[in-house]
């Protein structure tokens, strides 16, 4: 009896908790929340994809939302502008990812081998991640300075009568860009590769040292299959921010020089805020053009995860 009398209060209870009223309270709790989102995330990705059918030109207020179907694109795609812009980005992407993937996965290596003060070191990696991004940038536009940078003056010490302008030639604008901003975000991947490696048993690796391996043989047999995931995620999180990569160029070269710099997103960046009769809606055409790709790549990235060996 008493148990029957405890199953129908607890019933009681399951109902009298999703009744209608307390579920409508929950709506009433989460709506601030969804509103902000639909006013600051997807309202400005809706109207960014409408406006970019558009002549949208801001300091024209007659061309505001004036469909122009697909002539954007047309003169995106044939834009000699352009094209040069996404060599620059390709360029940039391949010196930044493949660099901060390597990098990450050593250092986290490194890290996994220490056996006191790993607190310090793994603290002392993401600490770049943490500090704003345009003092970091504006950090290292010092130390690239032609006269009195840290590395010049470091050079001339050693000898070096010359040193570069590396900011300021064709040759070392992008590779000395694209170091900075290495060092900025490599600290977030090294402690995804870090929780990756310390998730692989140990038992595997005394296994295949019994059976002879040598450490480099463990690396490429049990360590980087096993990463497989880990390294999936990483490029998931840098791919689209360096691809469509802005604030480096901004305030380290302004895309030069000689357009040595200037990846697509700066090329947005200028098109829409800085020249002319500031072109939105063909901005808004890239910026689409630019997450169509992305997005590619991202789907590439997840098929190629899921790929067994």
Excluded: C
């Excluded at 220490?114 to 991004?133: A, D, E, H």
């Excluded at 038992?203 to 043989?217: K, P």
Aim: aromatic share 14%; no cysteine.
């Amino acid at each position: 009896m008493t148990t029957q009398t405890t199953t129908q209060r607890a019933t009681g209870s399951k109902k009298k908790s999703s009744s209608p009223r307390n579920d409508l309270l929950g709506y009433v709790f989460i709506a601030p929340a969804i509103l902000l989102y639909l006013l600051f995330n997807i309202w400005p990705l809706i109207r960014g994809i409408l406006m970019a059918f558009t002549d949208y030109r801001f300091v024209y207020p007659d061309t505001r939302w004036a469909f122009n179907g697909l002539e954007n694109f047309v003169k995106l795609f044939g834009s000699v502008k352009v094209q040069a812009a996404a060599v620059v980005s390709i360029k940039y992407s391949l010196i930044v990812v493949p660099a901060v993937l390597i990098f990450a996965l050593l250092t986290a290596i490194l890290i996994s081998r220490v056996r006191q003060g790993t607190s310090f070191y793994r603290w002392t990696v993401y600490l770049p991640t943490i500090l704003p991004v345009a003092v970091s940038f504006l950090m290292f536009r010092q130390m690239y300075a032609p006269n009195f940078g840290l590395i010049n003056s470091f050079l001339r010490g050693l000898g070096v009568e010359s040193p570069p302008h590396w900011l300021g030639e064709v040759a070392t604008a992008l590779p000395a860009v694209g170091i900075s901003h290495i060092w900025i975000i490599f600290g977030f991947p090294t402690l995804l590769f870090l929780i990756g490696i310390y998730n692989i048993g140990e038992e595997l690796y005394e296994a295949a040292s019994l059976d002879g391996a040598s450490r480099w043989q463990q690396f490429l047999h049990i360590t980087l299959p096993l990463l497989k995931p880990t390294t999936a995620m990483v490029l998931i999180l840098i791919v689209p921010g360096v691809f469509g990569v802005t604030d480096p160029m901004l305030i380290l070269t302004q895309g030069g020089p000689q357009g040595s710099t200037q990846t697509l997103g700066y090329y947005l960046y200028e098109t829409a805020f800085v020249r002319g009769d500031l072109r939105l809606g063909y901005a808004s055409s890239i910026s689409l053009v630019v997450s169509l790709v992305t997005a590619g790549l991202v789907a590439l990235i997840f098929r190629w995860s899921r790929e067994r060996e």
